[in-house]
């Protein structure tokens, strides 16, 4: 399952806490059990690979190394400190290209402990990355994560939307270098060797898209040591909820106030609808809550769903000429041909 983003295959966000990826797994699992669908290898493999994914993210020492390194993190013998020394290195190296100064200077601050560079990293490749004959091995840069509100419009018919993150950068005061050494720590970076630049991307968001999903932009995220592959921009997608439409999975739902005299003997009415107005015929005789369904106008996607109008049906609440009112709904009331409770019972 390398390559592949945990958090998307649960269908949770990178902010969820264990509880709730707990949560979620358990749901994923009834439904895809091999005890529940015998003989289907696709809910097969696909329980597989929840089960792989919960593994790490349920994991919360697991969990923390797969947000820091990915799936190098996951390795068998996998060592974080010498990884996190060796990425260090790898940001100096490439904002500088002055790899002696690199290599002596690294012997300088861990050689008093006992440390050597060929040591360290001989997991990093078979030959010590410090020395100027050798090759740079290409390494895929970092993920930066991010995240993007988007109204409930775009995902029924997608859209483009303008996004504008932080994302790490070498330090130009010291040229990553986070300081002299030894000497005082870079003012700017504060001896982190990295500083944060606001970028803004235009970002296609696809109709169908659900609350909590994360979205991958290949290749936005940071530069890739050595000519290596950039990696990736993660954005977790949050849905503002809409003040009078409701979405329930590919399906949205309207409700409609309607007078008592359009329920009662039926009449066109406009509904706005994210594609445009639409007139619908109330059927003579509807109920609240009665619904009336438009093939095709839900949330887009590989399987357009449709819209549902609800219909809300509204009393007269003017105090104007009570004894006439009074009049008519006597008249209306003596047109029930039962008791309209008859039937209910607990």
């Not at 109008?309 to 709904?329: E, F, M, N």
Request: aromatic share 6%; glycine share 12%.
């Amino acid at each position: 399952m390398p390559g592949k983003d945990l958090y998307s295959i649960l269908g949770v966000s990178r902010s969820a806490s264990v509880d709730e990826i707990k949560k979620v797994y358990r749901k994923l699992a009834r439904k895809y059990h091999p005890d529940v669908n015998p003989g289907n290898k696709q809910a097969e493999e696909r329980f597989k690979e929840v089960s792989a994914a919960f593994e790490v993210l349920g994991d919360p020492e697991k969990k923390k190394l797969y947000e820091e390194f990915g799936d190098d993190g996951l390795r068998s013998g996998f060592k974080p400190e010498e990884a996190r020394a060796y990425r260090q290195w790898q940001e100096q190296a490439r904002s500088t290209g002055e790899f002696k100064r690199q290599e002596a200077a690294f012997e300088d601050i861990f050689g008093a402990a006992g440390f050597n560079s060929g040591d360290i990293f001989g997991s990093f490749g078979d030959e010590p990355p410090f020395s100027g004959r050798q090759t740079r091995r290409r390494e895929r840069g970092f993920d930066v994560q991010a995240s993007m509100t988007v109204e409930l419009r775009d995902v029924v018919l997608g859209s483009e939307r303008e996004i504008t993150f932080d994302r790490p950068t070498a330090c130009q005061s010291c040229n990553g270098m986070g300081g002299q050494r030894p000497g005082p720590a870079c003012q700017t970076c504060g001896g982190a060797g990295e500083t944060t630049k606001q970028v803004k991307l235009k970002v296609k968001v696809q109709p169908g898209i659900d609350d909590g999903q994360t979205m991958r932009l290949v290749g936005q995220g940071l530069p890739g040591p050595g000519g290596g592959k950039p990696g990736d921009l993660l954005i977790d997608i949050a849905v503002r909820s809409h003040p009078s439409i409701k979405r329930d999975g590919s399906d949205l739902y309207l409700t409609v106030p309607v007078t008592l005299k359009e329920a009662m003997f039926g009449a066109p009415i406009e509904v706005p609808t994210f594609q445009g107005k639409i007139t619908l015929t109330i059927p003579p005789g509807s109920q609240s809550g009665h619904k009336l369904r438009v093939k095709g106008r839900g949330v887009g996607g590989k399987k357009k769903g449709d819209l549902y109008v609800v219909l809300d049906v509204r009393l007269p609440t003017s105090k104007r000429d009570r004894d006439g009112t009074k009049a008519a709904i006597d008249k209306l009331e003596s047109m029930y041909e039962q008791n309209v409770r008859a039937s209910l019972g607990v």
